[in-house]
């Protein structure tokens, strides 16, 4: 049960931000095999990534808590500056707040977050099969650069 749920809350439609700009010369390229080398999720240490894309903005960490009254969500990885409402044309910093404009979970949408850290670097979205078994995730949001390596 724990995977379905996993799938269905980390799989996405593949749909981008309309202004996020693709990466001109990622580390990994789109198509390529890259071994992912965090734990966002339970499954995913480990796993043999698949890149589906590729882009260069800036990256954000966040604690919120979801529009459908669960629990509060701490260190959320990743959340991206054209995810947010109305973000500005500069970087949020650490303690900053914001309104998160994406639905990579259930409850994500709208609801305010805290950011608790800040990376400008290439962030990946990414197809994988959950070292755990069960169905492939696919287009999960996001996936920095320092958090893949060669296979």
Known sequence: MLDFLCSFFYSGSGEVPDDLQEA???????????????????????????????????????????????????????????????????????????????????????ATATVDSTEETTVYMVDFVPTTGGEEVTNHKWVTESELSPE
Do not use: R
């Not at 080398?37 to 894309?53: C, N, Y």
């Not at 991206?80 to 994406?102: C, K, R, S, V, W």
């Open 24 to 110: 001109e010369n990622p580390t990994f390229e789109v198509g390529s095999q890259a071994i992912i080398e965090t734990d966002h999720m339970e499954g995913m240490k480990g796993a043999e990534a698949t890149i589906v894309g590729a882009y260069d903005t800036t990256a954000y960490a966040v604690t919120d808590t979801p529009t459908d009254g669960g629990e509060p969500v701490e260190n959320h990885k990743w959340v991206i500056h054209t995810e947010l409402e109305n973000p500005g044309d500069e970087p949020l910093e650490t303690g900053d707040q914001a309104t998160i404009a994406a639905d990579h979970m259930e409850g994500m949408d709208g």
